[in-house]
């Protein structure tokens, strides 16, 4: 079965700094991998995604993803946060199931940037 | 020209009542789901329907329900509301058999029993 571990349930930071958000998954089938973002009191929204291929990945508002199969992690990473990346981050991994597909959520990272 | 599209966006009730909440989606996709983020801000997937039929259910008391008329539209029917049932519900869709695999979420509905 697929699971998501969100190793920092909370990550302040100053803003300007660089930040990461760790996510480490299991899966016993081809990994398909997501981070989405939610602000205060909306929806999710995709940030970016894994299929295959680089395992670099770049997404929306200057965020990044790095694969790494033998260590089983998909982090974010993005060089300099403004006070508008305040939100929380759920990294998901898609779970094949009855031939649809569902998303494994971890449980979040609240990332809070301060002046 | 909102893609996925819930009503309503807050819904408070009574213990013991009936309720609906109602998703669209116009982006043409063919799979449509409901997952439950709860106060501790955990998601975790209920139903799956793909083109009108159940696929995914995820272990949900009987009390929900939920209905899909056509592949555009899946409603949450919930049964004699509890306390516990109060959460954010959030609809999402997709398009099977490409090689995109995302899903597109709805605003969510915040669901709060009394």
């Known amino acids: 079965a697929q699971s998501v571990t969100q190793l920092d349930s909370q990550v302040p930071v100053f803003e300007e700094a660089p930040v990461e958000l760790r996510c480490n998954y299991s899966s016993s089938v081809s990994v398909y991998l997501f981070w989405y973002v939610q602000y205060p009191n909306q929806g999710l929204q995709l940030l970016l995604k894994?299929?295959?291929?680089?395992?670099l990945v770049k997404g929306i508002n200057g965020f990044e993803a790095e694969f790494n199969k033998s260590q089983t992690s998909f982090h974010l990473r993005k060089p300099s946060v403004h006070i508008s990346d305040t939100a929380e981050y759920f990294c998901?991994?898609?779970?094949?199931?009855?031939?649809?597909?569902?998303?494994?959520f971890g449980k979040g990272t609240k990332l809070t940037v301060n002046p | 020209d909102t893609a996925v599209s819930q009503t309503p966006k807050y819904l408070v009730t009574q213990m013991g009542n009936d309720k609906s909440i109602k998703c669209e989606q116009n982006?043409?996709?063919?799979?449509m789901y409901w997952y439950k983020q709860d106060s501790k801000k955990f998601l975790k997937i209920m139903f799956s329907?793909?083109?009108?039929?159940?696929?995914i259910n995820e272990t949900v008391p009987n009390r929900f329900s939920p209905k899909s008329p056509d592949k555009a539209h899946l409603n949450l029917h919930i049964n004699s509301l509890e306390l516990g049932d109060s959460a954010v519900y959030f609809c999402?869709?997709?398009?099977?058999?490409?090689?995109?695999?995302?899903?597109?979420f709805g605003p969510g509905t915040r669901l709060t029993v009394t």
């Open positions: 998901a991994v898609s779970a094949p199931q009855g031939g649809s597909e569902k998303l494994v």
């Open positions: 982006l043409g996709h063919d799979t």
């Open positions: 894994y299929l295959s291929g680089s395992t």
């Open positions: 999402a869709s997709s398009l099977r058999g490409t090689s995109d695999y995302e899903q597109y």
């Open positions: 329907y793909n083109n009108k039929e159940l696929i």
